[in-house]
């Protein structure tokens, strides 16, 4: 299947600090791509859908401003959570979905920890 | 929120045994697929099954899908310790949603 590659995979960073996670998709384009959050022991949740040369799309609940999203090729997303807080820390993974057959190709995740 | 309920929550069999798991989902969609999670790693894509499709097979796995009741499940046979995972469907409708998972425990 598509790979999905993500950076870094596990970061600490002290509380108020921006921290970056890049989503790549390795070998085919991805005009969307998707980034979810899983806390300990819960499901996936999505948080917003990236859509490039344009803005993201968040799901509710989701503050757009404290985690921005950045579509700027056909390759690469970005989610940067910015001043990250404890509450913050979780798993954040992105996907990318194959043209026609609707399959979605997770990445390996990130594990942030806000200290 | 279009969002899949597995059940059980979690399941513990002997290794050998077959291993079903169920998700229901709340509004049409045109496919629905399972993934598998170890603990604390990424997901993996396990097997896609379309709208109009009743049933689909991948190796150990076998997949129902009813959507008159809104409902999948998947049976993993023969179990193996390797199976130990979180398993979730998920949905896609206009968005890409998952259940909440079904933790499965294969005994040795």
């Known amino acids: 299947g598509a790979v999905v590659s993500q950076h870094p995979s596990w970061v600490i960073c002290k509380s108020g600090t921006s921290v970056k996670i890049e989503c790549r998709s390795l070998d085919f384009q991805a005009t969307t791509m998707f980034w979810y959050r899983q806390f300990p022991k819960q499901s996936l949740m999505l948080m917003a859908t990236?859509?490039?040369?344009?803005?993201?799309?968040?799901e509710q609940g989701v503050e757009k401003d404290k985690f921005l999203i950045n579509h700027a090729s056909l390759t690469l997303s970005t989610l940067t959570v910015t001043s990250a807080h404890p509450e913050d820390s979780s798993f954040y993974i992105c996907?990318?979905?194959?043209?026609?057959?609707?399959?979605?190709?997770f990445g390996p995740g990130t594990r942030l920890t806000v200290l | 929120s279009q969002q899949g309920e597995e059940d059980p929550q979690a399941l513990s069999i002997q290794e050998g045994e077959n291993a079903t798991m169920n998700c229901s989902y709340k509004t049409s969609i045109n496919n629905l697929q399972w993934y598998r999670q170890n603990s604390g790693r990424g997901l993996v894509h396990l097997i896609l099954i379309r709208s109009n499709e009743r049933e689909k097979h991948s190796g150990r796995l076998r997949v129902t899908l009813d959507t008159s009741k809104k409902s999948s499940s998947l049976l993993i046979t023969a179990s193996r310790a390797a199976d130990t995972a979180s398993y979730f469907c998920?949905?896609?409708?206009?968005?890409?949603?998952f259940g909440t998972g079904t933790s499965l425990t294969v005994i040795p």
């Open positions: 998920a949905t896609d409708g206009n968005q890409f949603y």
């Open positions: 996907s990318g979905p194959t043209s026609g057959a609707g399959e979605q190709f």
């Open positions: 990236s859509n490039e040369g344009s803005k993201a799309t968040y």
